[in-house]
């Protein structure tokens, strides 16, 4: 509402509202810049021009009715202006004096002031100077510093000099010729330190091969002695437990306690390898070491992985182990305390290397050896081997089941080597009962492997059931056994109890059985050669039993284990079956001999009338060598055996009465013949009951007897002297009294039964008629014999 009157106003005055906002922003200060380049842009710029008259036309006015209203102060701010004037001429004049007087006494001052400056600035100059020959001193003092480090071979404090004069001096050395040549010069250092060290540790290299060896050797010595204190320990506790008694938390508790530590025993000594990879990775270059190191070590390994052409492998195996060993544990005690210098992948690498070598090498030497010595070393000192590399975390597997496919032949020739020893053993026997005078033969002969049959200790000298060849053999299979146990312990399998059991029985069976089967078969024994050896198998039965506790004994296996089991070897039945063919051997050396005796019967007088009163010749002998035989099977046969010779001796002399009588040299006999021979027959069998009686067998075989051996001589005895003999026709009868003949048998020895005119039944009257019925009852049973065939 009031801006409109005003411009109204301003119209009235003849002023337009441009020309009023025009005065408004001259009056103010502001930019009119805008408003005169909006006129130009707009092609009006007289109109513009034409304003600005008027605006100062208008000012003028302004200050002419400023001028007309304070005049009057004007005119006095003119006179005051004037006095101010002079005032100020006056001063200038003071001004101009003090000037001069100033200048006067400035002048030596300002020759002062130079002087100064001058003098300040030389002191500069100087001070720039102390402060760079500072720096230089410290720097040349640090190059000082470090040839010394490097002239006493303290690499890493030379270096660690040359890198702080590289971050902290070198940029600030003044002297540009002295930073150029130590700039020059810090490569050169570098490269010597890196030299110095690899000879170093090149030297160090030669060094730890050369005592890789005796490291191997030692930590090797050490798993020898662990494994022997294991073996002692367990030893002691099989034998408490076999004892009952206690303490074997204690025996335990002091194995724990002598436990040593590995890495105390190893003195290896890795400085100027830790040195050299320190100073590699200050100098920046640490990846280049690595692989200088890796790839040095597996030529070092290659090296170490070639045996020797000059010496025997038997001779050189454990350098050639002890060097590996001693490698490996190096590697290991780099892997774990050499930081990212060797990694876990390269170790295995170069494990898997060696590990292949040494396994195509023992298989190839192992093919060569033809010792079983040698072999058990062999392994003995890589199954130590394998158990020190083992703490160490290293694979050992193959190594082991190497040894395992070797085992076959091993055995073959341990089972060659025992062949050989018991061929000698049985060769040096005299296969007569071993006699021992003193408690101590007894003890290594038969207690040791208990082949006693009663607790209690005979007295001396005892004769034992036995000869020589039994412990001889026992100790054969003992140390067979032993060798075998030794060369599958600490092997891939754990429990080898199985495997060794199976050798064993390869022994027993394949070697010591057939050793006394080609002895029993050959035509060089006799009687009592056969006998013992029949009474050594009896006893090799029993000793079966001691081999199967000695071997899981020597497998760690509770011998309970095996008693609870009731386990037994094959080889104890072949065994037996051997001892049947002894038996049969022994039966037919014993019936030979009964031959010779028994073809006395061709002396018989066959026809004649006359009777012999105390037997006939070969009777006697008969008795008297059945006797001697039975005598000494008594002393070394168990009672079975004595039955089984006793029965088929008799049975062999009833077979060679009843041949004599089928003889083609016998064309007749007479009833004397029989009667003698009926003499004869009961002269044995007497002996027969006396001796199955005597040597206790009525105990044991209630429902036998020797006599009923002799069944078939003595029915055809009985049916010669019988008075009707026809009965034998009767299958009542027969089956009752003549079941042991055989119907051809009796017919031809009825054949050659000749009936006497003077008879021998009876007085003379009675005795015709006697004879008569008995002559035609025997030419009935001819008759009918004669029909039946």
Known sequence: MDVKPKRKIVTENGDTGEDLVLATLISNGDDVGPLVRHAFEMGR?????????????????EIEDLCKTHYEEFILAVDELRGVLVDAEELKGELSSDNFRLQEVGSALLVKLEELLQSYAIKTNVTEAIKMSKNCVQVLELCVKCNNHISEGQFYPALKTVDLIEKNFLQNIPVKALRMVIQQRIPVIKSHIEKKVCSQFNEWLVHIRSSAKVIGQTAIGHAASVRQRDEEMLERQRKAEEQNISGLEELAFTLDVEELDEDSVLKIDLTPLYRAYHIHACLGIPEQFREYYYRNRMLQLNSDLQISSVQPFVESYQTFLAQIAGFFIVEDRVLRTAGSLLSAEQVDTMWETALAKMTSVLEEQF???????HLLLVKDYITLLGSTLRQYGYEVGPLLEALDNCRDKYHKLLLDECHEQIVNALAQDSYEQMVMKKDADYETNVLLFNLQTSDIMPAF?????????VPDSCRIVRSFIKGSVDYLSHGVHGNFYDVVKKYL????????NEVILNTIQSSSIGVSQAMQIAANISVLERACDFFLRNAAQLCGIPVRSVERTQACLTAKVVLKTSRDAAYLALLNLVNNKLDEFMALTENIKWTSEDIAENGNDYINEVIIYLDTIMSTAQQILPLDSLYKIGSGALEHISNSIVAAFLSDSVKRFSPSAVIGINNDLQMLENFADERFHSMGLSEVYKEGSFRGCLIEARQLIN???SSQPENFMNPVIREKNYNALDYKKVATVCEKFKDTPDGIFGSLATRNTKQSARKKSMDMLKKRLKDFN
Not at 367 to 373: A, E, L, Q, W
């Open 719 to 721: 049916l010669l002297s």
């Open 45 to 61: 710029p007289e109109s513009l021009l034409h304003q600005l008259k008027n605006v100062v036309k208008k000012k003028e006015v």
């Open 505 to 512: 029985d390869r022994l027993l069976i394949d070697v010591l």
């Open 367 to 373: 093919c060569h050896m033809d010792s079983t010595t």
């Open 461 to 469: 000298p005892y004769i034992a059931p036995f000869s020589s060849m």
